[in-house]
């Protein structure tokens, strides 16, 4: 059950990073500087931009739901 939820974790944080590095920059930061400043056919559309958001927020937390139960199992030994 562990090992189960230790690997379900680590495709969960893939995951979020992905879904992460998959929004529109904002401007000047990081995210510019690895080609956040180049437009998409995609990211223009404020649909997509929010059905990304609800994805991400989705994706984020069930990995902190799973960590805390993670947790728990690995304290009750």
Do not use: C, Y
Not at 39 to 60: A, P
């Amino acid at each position: 059950m562990i090992l189960g939820l230790s690997i379900f974790v680590m495709l969960l944080s893939v995951l979020l990073v992905l879904l992460v590095l998959m929004h529109k920059g904002k401007g000047g930061g990081l995210s510019d500087m690895f080609g956040g400043g180049v437009t998409s056919s995609l990211g223009g559309s404020s649909v997509v931009e929010r059905n990304l958001d609800r994805m991400t927020i989705g994706v984020g937390v069930v990995w902190i739901v799973t960590i805390v139960v993670l947790g728990l199992l690995i304290n009750r030994g």
